[in-house]
């Protein structure tokens, strides 16, 4: 199986072809969303909501990554993946950064990691591209910076905060990402950041003009419902197909339907 690699993120740009991400936390669901030629498939620490039940993804840890990492990239099938540090990963200083990055890469298997935030950890990413690391980074609405952005909200719709998140886009690049996920802001600034950069954008609540999409898989095939943004669409509903098939089964159990003949050993 050959994997894509990170020259998808600039030829797809160059060639203004749409780049398509999906999160994908486990080997079966990997191995369906790669058979249908998904471009990224992106470990999220989103996770810790969608496969954990956190509140947030603030408990998630380097070790929750690479367990999952290493459940997609057996059942990967082409597709490059890319895994999220972790809260608390990077944060205090450039060593642990690169340290946390690398324990990914090898233990997980994953070929790019994402890290949120801007301008205040340009050195990380540096030091995380120099030890041979590509790394995408996430602008907008963090997830991880809950706390501080006082809950998940549209991000730069003052003047303030959209050039902030100018000034950090166009200081990511610099420091050597191959791609920029946004999040939740203004179609508009997406707009922007997408024609100043020489870099892909890939959005997901940020409008139509990015060089890609991603979304929660689990939000896109009706799995996850406990709450659901704005910039969601959902694809299919398999949480109510679920859910149907487990009462079909009891029933039929309870009811001596099943096994059937088919079903047993002579
Ligand atoms: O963790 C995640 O799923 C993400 C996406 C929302 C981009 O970072």
Redesign the pocket.
């Known amino acids: 199986m050959i994997r894509k690699t990170i020259s998808i993120f600039l030829d797809k740009k160059q060639r203004k072809e749409k780049i398509t991400m999906l999160?994908c936390y486990d080997y079966v669901t990997a191995k369906l969303i790669s058979s249908q030629g998904i471009d990224v498939l992106?470990v999220?620490?989103?996770l810790g909501n969608v496969k954990l039940g956190y509140e947030n993804?603030l408990s998630v840890t380097v070790d929750d990554m690479i367990y999952h990492t290493k459940s997609v990239n057996r059942g990967n099938d082409g597709a490059l993946i890319v895994t999220?540090m972790p809260f608390m990963s990077y944060e205090i200083c450039v060593e642990d950064s690169v340290r946390n990055a690398a324990k990914i890469v090898k233990e997980g298997g994953a070929q790019v990691v994402?890290i949120e935030g801007g301008v205040e950890i340009a050195d990380r990413i540096k030091a995380i591209s120099d030890a041979k690391i590509p790394v995408v980074g996430?602008l907008g609405l963090t997830p991880q910076s809950i706390n501080k952005l006082g809950g998940f909200k549209v991000q730069g719709r003052t003047k303030k905060s959209y050039d902030k998140l100018i000034a950090d886009a166009e200081k990511l690049e610099e420091a050597g990402v191959f791609a920029i996920?946004l999040?939740a802001i203004p179609e508009q600034l997406a707009k922007e950041i997408t024609e100043r950069l020489n870099i892909p954008t890939i959005g997901?609540g940020a409008g139509r003009y990015c060089d890609g999409q991603?979304l929660?898989v689990d939000d896109l095939l009706g799995m996850f419902t406990d709450f659901t943004p704005k910039f969601v669409k959902r694809y299919a509903n398999l949480g109510e197909t679920i859910k149907t098939a487990v009462k079909n089964y009891i029933t039929e159990v309870k009811e001596g339907k099943f096994p059937q003949e088919k079903n047993i050993y002579r």
Do not use: F
């Open positions: 999160t992106l999220g620490d989103s993804t999220d994402k996430h996920v999040e997901i991603v929660v």
